[in-house]
């Protein structure tokens, strides 16, 4: 019985995406790679971040969820997830409006435009269980793809 994995989202399958990997026996996330090459420009007061493809999607139990986190050598490169972390639900996977295709979500702090190239490990994801209160009453689902429960 599958538990949690990775696939290749729709669009990617001839891509030559690399599933992504944990580099020791003991480390707790799975570098991911970029799918394409892209530029985050240098940040400038207002602009979105930079959105990097990662050509996956990713399935878990449904109590759990998995966590997109920078790298530590981040930070040293100019660059910063928009969003500190990213949050993506068990429901996120397979549906409809983009096959469960996570992105990274980038600002660069550098001078100079900073080039992610194919292949470029950009971040990790975390799987992680979550718990619940007693009182809750979740009953909806998910419709949309990105940001889609605001």
């Known amino acids: 019985m599958r538990e949690r994995g990775f696939e290749v989202v729709k669009g990617y399958e001839n891509a030559d995406i690399h599933m992504p990997v944990r580099k020791t026996k003991l480390s707790a996330g799975y570098d991911v790679e970029a799918a394409e090459d892209v530029i985050i420009p240098p940040y400038e007061f207002g602009m979105k971040p930079t959105l990097i493809p990662t050509g996956l ?33 068990a429901d996120y996977y397979g549906n409809v409006t983009n096959d469960g295709h996570f992105y990274f979500q980038y600002y660069n702090f550098l001078k100079e435009d900073l080039v992610i190239h194919k292949g470029d490990v950009i971040g990790q994801v975390i799987f992680l269980n979550y718990l619940k209160v007693d009182q809750d009453k979740s009953i909806e689902t998910r419709v949309g793809e990105f940001g889609s429960t605001d």
């Open 57 to 89: 999607k990713a399935y878990c139990k449904d109590d759990e969820f998995f966590i997109l986190v920078n790298r530590s050598s981040g930070p040293k490169k100019g660059f910063l997830m928009a969003n500190s972390i990213g949050i993506v639900d």
